[in-house]
């Protein structure tokens, strides 16, 4: 509906966050206009992406892990979220790359997925480490273990992924991947502009992230 309204009122150009219409949609619409796909690069030929690399993103977190001594790292996941297949598939490539067992939760994009999946982190036991999908599942997943007594990082280190605002704020300064926002932003539509003055083809593009080290994690403690 968002997207029938801007095209009525004469929009140019579409850049689109993390959509999840199918391949035959985003296509009618780039038939009528250049499309952006931010954030989701899976979009066929006819449609633009500007995305980060998720395998990268996960490889930071895993090899910034491991270096504080982790061994027992569990993935929260997000789900059916858009990116969450390429990230947990990521962290089991590189969990074996490590030559350590994968442990995968269920997880989601909200905290509340955070707070379910928490208690499946507890179940599964010994665990000292967790990456979780995003920043607010992150969230959840803190609120999960400090419920159950446990201190993070003391016991548990928490990682995070889109290095989002709250991420940085002074009571949870949360360890997370960042996407570099304000970069990729920038770049989906400098692309959307470039594809309205006709200047290049529709193509894709894919940035680096980094990771941002906070203080939700630490040292491995002994299990």
Same mark, same amino acid.
């Given at each position: ?88 598939? #990521? &962290?089991?490539?590189?969990? =074996? ?8 939760? %269920? $997880?989601?994009?909200?905290?509340? *997925? ?17 990456? #979780? &999908?995003?920043?607010?599942? =992150? ?8 419920? %159950? $007594?446990?201190?993070?990082?003391? *016991? ?68």
């Amino acid at each position: 509906r968002a997207i029938e309204s801007l095209l009525d009122v004469g929009a140019e150009a579409l850049i689109l966050i993390s959509s999840t219409l199918s391949k035959d949609a985003l296509a009618s619409y780039a038939h009528q206009v250049p499309v952006v796909s931010l954030l989701r690069d899976e979009v066929g030929d006819l449609v633009d992406s500007v995305s980060s690399d998720d395998h990268a993103g996960i490889r930071l977190a895993i090899d910034h892990l491991t270096s504080l001594g982790h061994r027992s790292i569990a993935h929260v996941d997000g789900g059916t979220a858009v990116s969450a297949g390429h990230r947990r598939e #990521a &962290f089991r490539k590189e969990m =074996a790359r490590h030559g350590l067992k994968p442990v995968v939760v %269920a $997880g989601g994009p909200h905290e509340e *997925d955070g707070i379910r999946a928490g208690r499946g982190v507890l179940r599964e036991g010994g665990l000292t480490a967790v990456v #979780a &999908f995003n920043d607010r599942c =992150a969230l959840g997943v803190m609120e999960s273990l400090r419920g %159950a $007594g446990l201190k993070v990082p003391d *016991d548990v280190s928490v990682l995070g992924y889109d290095d989002s605002q709250f991420a940085r704020l002074s009571y949870v300064q949360l360890s997370s991947v960042s996407q570099d926002a304000p970069l990729i932003a920038a770049a989906a539509v400098d692309r959307a502009v470039d594809r309205v003055e006709g200047t290049i083809s529709p193509g894709h593009v894919i940035r680096t992230p980094h990771l941002a080290v906070r203080k939700t994690t630490a040292q491995a403690v002994s299990v």
